[in-house]
Each structure stands twice: as C-alpha cells, then as structure tokens.
C-alpha cells in the first residue's frame, strides 16, 4: 500500500512498468483474478492450509482467489522468466543503487530450520547457500499446487529455476535443490 502511495498508481502497473517490461519478462503476469491465463492446472496436497485438496483451477477458475497474495508473491511466471529475473537481480541490473543489493545480502546465519544447514544464510528475502557449485541465491515458494525453486551461482552468472504443479512433496522424489542440483551438474563446472 506504500508503493501504491508513493507512486500514485496500482502497484501491478508499477511492477509491468519498472520491471516486467524492461527486463523483458514477458510471461509474468499478476495474479489478479481467479482465471490467470496460460496457467497449468495445479494439485494440492492434503495438508493444503487453505482447507481443499486436488484440482486447483475447476472450470478454468482457481478455486480460491489468488489475490491474497498481492505483494506477498502475487504473480505467476515460468521457468525462464524466473532465472531471467534472479540472473538480473544478483547481478544488479534490478535496483538503482548497489547498496541496495549488497543491503539484501547481508544475511544472518541460519544454521537449522527450514532454508538453514551449515554456512547458510538469509538475507531481505534471500537464501545464501554453499554448492558444490559455489555459493548461492535464491529462494523457494509455494501456492497451493505448486512449487518453485531458483537459485544463481555468482561465480558462474547462472540461474537455474525450477517448478512442479503440485506441493505434494512425497510425489517429487526429492527436493527442489535436488532438482536444481541435477541442472547445475549438466550445466556448470564443480567448484575445486
């Protein structure tokens, strides 16, 4: 509501305008209605908090309204447009000021918990985690029915982006970063 303040306009309009179209992301799109096209239909689990399970869009409909995540993550996008973002954003093509950036990694240890293990950390909104691959950015999500996972190796200028049309995790087999780590095996040099 500060943004949308500050700039006089719908914040969605604000992000097309200084991020989605700039930097190309063509196929990130508001969640601002209950029909969202393009989008693959999604399955939830049984431990679903918002009290359904299965099918998440009936008659081309989400079954709730994903407006409630508005600035809290409120868009869907694909893959691509997902590695575009982070590779832009760890790069620092996203803010105008580099203090900016080096503000959002300057994390706090984060030894356990979920996102934690040894040498992790978080930041204003990322995971700074060790790789084979060398360090790490990047971070998961979750809507009912989906999952994602990115993550960018600043030594090699690579993002990898992943994502699953279900948050039944014993349907995936493994983690997201195991996924994301069977992509940087093919695509990037282990760390010596």
Not at 22 to 35: I, S, Y
Not at 73 to 82: H, N, R
Request: charge should be positive; hydrophobic fraction near 35%; proline fraction near 8%.
């Amino acid at each position: 509501m500060v943004a949308e303040k500050a700039a006089g306009k719908p914040l969605y309009d604000e992000v097309r305008r200084r991020l989605l179209v700039p930097l190309k992301l063509e196929r990130t799109v508001p969640c601002d209605r209950r029909v969202i096209p393009g989008l693959v239909q999604g399955y939830a689990g049984p431990a679903n908090p918002l009290g359904y399970e299965g099918r998440t869009i009936l008659d081309g409909k989400f079954v709730i309204n994903p407006q409630m995540e508005w600035a809290g993550g409120g868009v869907a996008s694909t893959p691509e447009d997902l590695a575009r973002w982070a590779k832009a954003l760890y790069e620092g093509k996203v803010f105008r000021k580099p203090e900016t950036l080096a503000a959002m990694l300057a994390g706090v240890d984060t030894p356990t918990g979920r996102g934690g293990g040894k040498g992790s950390k978080y930041g204003l909104g990322v995971q700074m985690r060790e790789s084979p691959w060398g360090p790490s950015y990047g971070h998961g999500g979750w809507f009912p029915g989906y999952r994602t996972e990115v993550e960018y190796f600043p030594d090699h200028k690579v993002a990898v982006a992943v994502m699953f049309n279900t948050d039944i995790g014993r349907s995936l087999k493994k983690g997201l970063r195991g996924y994301i780590a069977d992509v940087a095996e093919v695509v990037l040099p282990a760390k010596k």
